[in-house]
């Protein structure tokens, strides 16, 4: 936890989907103080034609790498947020080769009843995380 859904338009190779992901994870470990082996990554690849992600009007010049990350999480604050944003926007243009343009993430807060890791049980409530 937290949970990171990535939405991309099919086509990376498998390296660059490793990369993608173990930056992200990186991002997340500093920005939310989240320990390292607690990473939950999905990546969902769609058909150009059907990703219609456009600018808001703010002069986004977007491409075919356009990273659409959607994440579930318990509540940060806002500058944990701002932290995972900018840390994502430099180091997937270092890394990957993404442009800041081509990110727009999404943040979903929730709580410690919200979650089940297994078992049937809320590991947050019982005392086992």
Known sequence: MPLLRFDLIQGRDQASLK?????????????FAVPKDDRYQIVH???????????????????????????????KTQAQKQQLYKLLAERLKERCGISPDDLMISIVENTDADWSFGQGEAQFITGKL
């Open 45 to 75: 690849q769609h058909p150009a034609e059907e990703f219609v992600i456009e600018d808001t009007g703010l002069g986004f010049r977007r491409s075919d790498q356009l990273v659409v990350l959607s994440v579930t999480t318990k509540q």
């Open 19 to 31: 990369k993608l992901l173990d930056t992200a994870h990186e991002a997340m470990v500093e920005a």
